[in-house]
């Protein structure tokens, strides 16, 4: 039988020998530093620019974000149960004032 070969280019695969940073260690880096993934697309027909989109992404956790003043998603009122600051409860209530105010000027009329 032959011996197998030697480490190749000086290191020794090992199998299911633990990796230096798992999957979880990454993340969890990557959630607390944060990391910026940026491109652009654009589409051109003779020189002609016909579509250009812009791709921004930011992976953080919510804590990172928040330190770094991003905070969108407690804002929007999409996301989040609660209006921002009241705005559109105080809205729903001059649209309903308005609707009663026409509705009765329709019914004298």
């Not at 290191?11 to 530093?33: C, F, M, Q, Y």
Request: proline share 5%; charged share 30%; glycine share 10%.
């Amino acid at each position: 039988m032959t011996e197998p070969a030697g480490p190749v280019g000086g290191r020794a695969a090992t199998r299911g020998a633990p990796s230096g940073a798992n999957l979880a260690d990454i993340l969890e880096r990557v959630l607390d530093k944060g990391i910026v993934i940026a491109g652009d697309i654009q589409i051109n027909l003779l020189d002609i620019e016909l579509l250009t989109i812009k791709l921004r992404l930011l992976v953080a956790s919510v804590d990172r974000a928040k330190e770094m003043g991003i905070d969108w998603w407690e804002h929007d009122p999409s996301l989040t149960s609660k209006p921002a600051n009241g705005e559109l409860a105080d809205e729903n209530r001059r649209l309903k004032e308005k609707v009663a105010e026409l509705e009765g000027r329709q019914g004298r009329s």
